[in-house]
């Protein structure tokens, strides 16, 4: 059997940085996508859709591991993961937030990866192709932010995740490659919603604003590319946590 394609499950992959992502992919030869968000737009050939809330992540992670194990391994040159759906919070002190908007933005930001990633590995267990986890940072992974409090949490949560993920992996025969890696700052809905935001309660908003102003934020289609550069190197997975910036 040949072993010439590629699988790539990306979540987040109706829209912004996720959807072009799985755009670019998909327009590769020999490329599988199957995207996970809520919304399931109009794909292109090469990609599968499914509608799913990553809110409720245990079902998710559930069936994409039966559905991996459907697969015949040997048709995959390699299987990857990319953890890429999060959400922010209407930016505000964590005492003034909705608890289930908090709720929320950690089971999909956090135990969505997690649980997917647990579930791609099982399943992928014992695959002869390279296997790899990608999660999608942040910078704000790395520092503290007032008002965005949950994301900060996030996306800290993900980088010790791949910390912990590379050290497992590197035991295993055939283990996964793992990086957490922040894309850069892209011009996305995630961007227009901490423009919009409250400036009485987002003490950082100018930041925003003026990055968007001054023309520094990439397109989709520019930071998908990097991502997908960063993810093709021969050392991907040496460093558990990278910056697309500092490739
Ligand atoms: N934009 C930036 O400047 C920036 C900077 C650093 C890091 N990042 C990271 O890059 C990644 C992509 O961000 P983006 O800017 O492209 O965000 P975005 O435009 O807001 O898109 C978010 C994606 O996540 C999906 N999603 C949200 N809630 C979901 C849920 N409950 N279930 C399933 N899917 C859900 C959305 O799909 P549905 O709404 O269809 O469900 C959408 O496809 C995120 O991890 C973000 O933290 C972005």
Not at 18 to 28: D, T
Not at 201 to 217: H, N, R, T, V, Y
Request: charged share 15%.
């Amino acid at each position: 059997m040949s072993s010439a394609q590629h699988l790539t499950i990306v979540s987040g992959a109706s829209r912004g940085l996720g959807r072009a992502m799985a755009e670019l992919l998909a327009a590769q030869p020999g490329h599988r996508v199957l995207g996970l968000s809520r919304q399931a737009p109009p794909a292109p050939a090469g990609i599968e859709q499914w509608a799913v809330d990553l809110a409720d992540p245990l079902p998710v992670a559930a069936r994409l591991q039966a559905w991996l194990g459907s697969l015949a391994p040997d048709q995959f040159a390699s299987a990857t993961l990319i953890n890429n759906a999060a959400l922010v919070t209407e930016p505000q002190p964590l005492a003034d937030s909705e608890p289930a908007a908090l709720s929320a933005a950690v089971r999909v930001g956090l135990e969505a990866p997690l649980l997917l990633s647990a579930a791609f590995l099982r399943a992928t267990r014992g695959w002869p192709g390279v296997r790899r986890v990608l999660h999608i940072s942040s910078g704000l992974g790395r520092r503290g932010m007032a008002s965005t409090g949950p994301y900060c949490a996030v996306k800290a949560g993900l980088d010790n995740l791949a910390r912990a993920q590379v050290l497992e992996e590197a035991l295993q025969p055939n283990g996964a490659k793992v990086c957490s890696l922040a894309p850069g700052v892209i011009d996305t809905d995630m961007q227009v919603q901490l423009r919009g935001a409250n400036p009485a309660a987002f003490p950082d908003i100018e930041a925003f604003q003026q990055m968007k102003s001054g023309g520094k934020l990439d397109t989709p289609a520019a930071a998908a590319a990097k991502v997908l550069r960063y993810l093709q190197r021969a050392d991907f997975g040496s460093h558990p946590v990278g910056d697309v910036r500092d490739a």
